[in-house]
């Protein structure tokens, strides 16, 4: 379902910024939420719901929200590492326990330390001697802080407890257990998330040049799905074109890697009153690079963009 109205727009940004405000209120304080685990639960079918009205819309918002700013980060990152979580699971046809075991670990994995997480990514200094203390031993306190919290997930705490293990990427995936596998794919998202995400002591990389750090082996079967569900350049990313303009990417296409892009501003960098729909898979300009946010420095009518995207979806 495409945004038909101004109102609508309004009403699904609030339900997804409501939705990271929530999940940021229980990781700052989850000894203070009750049923902690359920919580976890409604806030992973939330998600799902969102997604299912429009995921490309999803992707946009999401992506805009956390390659524009770090301000609550912690929060932003675990929501858009779950949404990625999923739709990789998706794309490889994961059992829905095995889904769930990992989108879960995503929603929670930095649940002991969302408050420095959230001061790192607004600090310009190098973490100090005890900052890098708590960032080594945060999966491992993590996963018990989880166990403590009543979560009964045998898989969803292991996969917390290690994704930040080296090891797990020495793997063979196809005799590996499950959680092998469910742990590689988050510890490989939560790489690309925060490579785009920016710190005040530097900007976010494109999405582009963070999934091809994450898919540097290229027989990786989990870098290879990312990028087959959200693309090279996923929704509310920013690209180059052949013809030096300036465009947002909209909606993905039955085409990988020829998205649906609205162009934004001229070869010039004047900005366009009204940006126009284009499609890459067709002729004219293709995508020559993508964009990290900072390029972008203008405030843009989203909605004016998006609906762009929902005539693209009615008419492919």
């Given amino acids: 379902m495409s945004i038909q109205s101004e109102n609508e727009y309004e009403d699904l940004l609030s339900l ?14 989850p000894a203070s939420t009750q049923e902690f685990a359920h919580r976890v639960l ?64 995503a929603l929670t994995m930095n649940v002991a330390m969302t408050a420095m997480q959230d001061e790192l990514a607004t600090q310009v200094e190098k973490p100090t001697p005890a900052q890098q203390d708590a960032i080594r031993v945060h999966a491992a306190k993590g996963a018990l802080m989880l166990g403590n919290l009543g979560v009964r997930d045998g898989q969803w705490l292991d996969i917390v407890a290690n994704h930040h293990d080296d090891a797990i990427d020495k793997a063979d995936l196809h005799t590996a257990p499950p959680v092998i596998r469910l742990t590689r794919i988050l510890k490989m998202v939560d790489r ?85 729909l284009h499609r890459t898979a067709r002729n004219g300009p293709q995508i020559r690079s993508a964009l990290p946010a900072s390029a972008v420095r203008a405030r843009l009518n989203h909605f004016q963009i998006l609906r762009l995207g929902a005539y693209a979806a009615q008419n492919p």
Avoid at 16 to 29: A, K, P, R
Avoid at 53 to 59: M, N
Avoid at 200 to 207: E, L, P
Avoid at 239 to 261: G, I
């Fill in 16 to 29: 997804w910024s409501d939705l990271e405000s929530g999940l940021g209120v229980i990781l700052g304080s």
């Fill in 42 to 105: 409604q806030y992973d079918r939330w998600m799902q719901s969102l997604l299912q009205r429009d995921p490309d819309v999803g992707l946009y918002l999401l992506f805009q929200l956390a390659s524009n700013s770090p301000v609550g980060y912690s929060a932003s990152h675990s929501l858009v590492c779950a949404v990625l979580s999923h739709l990789i699971a998706l794309e490889l046809a994961i059992a829905q326990p095995e889904r769930d075991s990992l989108v879960h670990a």
């Fill in 192 to 276: 690309y998330a925060a490579m785009i995400s920016p710190r005040t002591s530097r900007t976010g990389r494109s999405a582009a040049e963070s999934a091809r750090s994450v898919m540097a082996d290229k027989t990786d079967t989990v870098g290879h799905a990312l990028v087959r569900a959200v693309g090279l350049c996923p929704p509310g990313t920013y690209v180059r074109l052949d013809s030096d303009e300036t465009a947002v990417v909209l909606r993905r296409s039955s085409e990988p890697n020829h998205p649906f892009v609205a162009v934004i501003a001229k070869s010039t960098g004047e900005l366009i009153p009204s940006p126009r």
